[in-house]
Nanobody, 121 residues
Framework: QVQLVESGGGLVQAGGSLRLSCAAS????????VGWFRQAPGKEREFVAT?????YYTDSVKGRFAISRDNAKNTVYLQMNSLKPEDTAVYYC?????????????????WGQGTQVTVSS
């Protein structure tokens, strides 16, 4: 069993930056693929970034967001730069047993509770 806890969300002006963290329990976290997803009000949950054998981003965040992980700390990060109002959403981290990383949320086994990111214009 893996438990995920996100942190780092908040209110930021357009053009600003935030770094989200996702702390995971469990001793075998390094063998999990990890992903970040987001859900805006009235919209479906969408893929943002994933890491696990390869790294992939959705087109709307390429060049602005960066996913990284520190397996020694069992933590995954999402560095978000040049934030836009359309990035406003609840951000979730997720973990999938084994590689490779995938973009389909249904393939992930564990989810955090989410952290709110609000970007003002």
């Amino acid at each position: 069993q893996v438990q995920l806890v996100e942190s780092g969300g908040g209110l930021v002006q357009a053009g600003g930056s935030l770094r989200l963290s996702c702390a995971a329990s469990g001793r075998t976290f390094s063998s999990y693929a990890v992903g970040w997803f987001r859900q805006a009000p009235g919209k479906e949950r969408e893929f943002v970034a994933t890491s696990g054998g390869w790294i992939y981003y959705t087109d709307s965040v390429k060049g602005r967001f960066a996913i990284s992980r520190d397996n020694a700390k069992n933590t995954v990060y999402l560095q978000m730069n040049s934030l836009k109002p359309e990035d406003t959403a609840v951000y979730y981290c997720a973990a999938k047993r084994g590689f490779p990383a995938v973009v389909d949320a249904n393939e992930y086994d564990y989810w955090g509770q989410g952290t709110q990111v609000t970007v003002s214009s």
